[in-house]
């Protein structure tokens, strides 16, 4: 039972990031946000600069012995946020692309609707690949279809803030990828099971200390099969979806119909 208290840290899954985590904690704990690290199995380097930052006021770390993937260490995080009883947390990722003066903002959007996932819509500059800008729409039009709807805005950007409960209930019954797969797959698994979303601009760049985790091969195999795997479930889900749709644009519908003939 998670206290009735609004109360919200940050998560923050490392994988060897040694020389951007300084900077990411420090912008964090400045604006007074509680952090917790979870080291994701980092080189002897990463995790020792990981050491230096787990004594700082309100920082809290835990250690996966071997790399389990970016979901996975965002799950333990989250799992040790509500122990710790936080109510809501932001995950950020650990490489310094966000924009993170902008948590404050998530944080006083997520105490106006708490039910809500307050989602980062990304804002890029100059800095990010024209390749992975124009390919992150391959990704956006699987998810379009297994929502059947243009609800899920961006489904890769990793600047959110969840609430536990029903985040974690949801990670409690359905399967969540643990790799690259996890930020797509938890949206449209939240959008099937109708959780509120939330969208605010937040500004991306390509990151300060160069480092990229995508394996070009096994993370592709990893999200086709997500998108299979996804578009499998909307098809089984198809007649509940298409009853939503219709039940929320009906009432639209009928509105303008009055105006008509008003």
Not at 129 to 153: C, E, N
Not at 217 to 231: A, C, G, K, Q, Y
Request: hydrophobic residues 45%; positive net charge; proline residues 5%.
């Amino acid at each position: 039972m998670f206290p009735a208290k609004f109360s919200v840290c940050v998560v923050i899954p490392v994988y060897n990031h040694e020389h951007a985590i300084g900077t990411v904690v420090s912008s964090l704990r400045a604006q007074g946000l509680p952090v917790i690290l979870v080291d994701d199995g980092c080189s002897p380097a990463c995790a020792q600069e990981l050491d230096r930052l787990s004594v700082l006021p309100d920082v809290t770390m835990f250690r996966h012995d071997a790399n389990r993937g970016k979901g996975a260490a965002v799950i333990t995080g989250f799992r040790a946020a509500a122990k710790l009883g936080f109510t809501h947390a932001i995950q950020v990722d650990a490489d310094g692309q966000h924009t993170l003066t902008d948590a404050r903002r998530f944080v006083e959007a997520a105490r106006e609707q708490p039910d809500a996932v307050i989602c980062g819509r990304p804002v890029f500059d100059a800095s990010i690949p024209k390749a992975r800008y124009y390919g992150r729409y391959l990704t956006h039009g699987m998810v379009w279809l297994q929502t059947l709807s243009f609800d899920i805005i961006d489904s890769m950007c990793g600047f959110r803030l969840y609430p536990l409960a029903a985040t974690l209930d949801l990670i409690d019954h359905q399967h969540i990828g643990e790799r690259m797969d996890f930020d797509s797959e938890i949206l449209v698994r939240m959008h099937w099971r109708q959780i509120p979303m939330r969208w605010l601009d937040t500004r991306v760049s390509y990151p300060i200390d160069g480092v990229s985790h995508f394996r070009m091969f096994l993370d592709n195999v990893r999200m086709t099969t997500l998108h299979i795997r996804l578009t499998c479930g909307m098809l089984i889900r198809l007649p509940v979806l298409l009853w939503r749709k219709f039940a929320r644009t009906k009432p639209a519908r009928q509105v303008r119909e009055r105006d008509a003939n008003a």
